[in-house]
């Protein structure tokens, strides 16, 4: 099943929308696009909804999205850069090291 299709399931198994003068599924892209990044109003764009129509979906919806991002992994990793120069040609040497490796 696809995102868009779940998130209708989880619309209409919640009966969240009182009101139909748009689908659930436009309600869901909408809310997808704006989730995966775009503006709200870059997001009405496509669904062809007003960018206050597409933030009060998300609003309506949004503890689906937040339930996807409880677990936060916190990643620190240290990077540097060396630059050196061998028979005219310049080279860029670069180095990581993770911070949160248990084993060092």
Do not use: C, P
């Not at 040609?89 to 949160?100: K, N």
């Amino acid at each position: 099943m696809n995102l868009v299709k779940q998130v209708v399931k989880w619309l209409q198994d919640r009966n969240i929308f009182s009101r139909e003068r748009k689908s659930n599924g436009q309600k869901a892209q909408g809310m997808l696009l704006y989730n995966a990044g775009l503006s709200y109003e870059k997001a009405g764009m496509f669904v062809n909804a007003s960018h206050e129509a597409v933030r009060e979906w998300y609003q309506k919806g949004k503890e689906l999205f937040e339930q996807s991002t409880e677990i936060k992994i916190r990643k620190w990793i240290a990077v540097d850069e060396k630059e050196i120069t061998i028979n005219g040609t310049t080279i860029f040497i670069w180095g990581a090291v993770d911070l949160d490796d248990e084993k060092s």
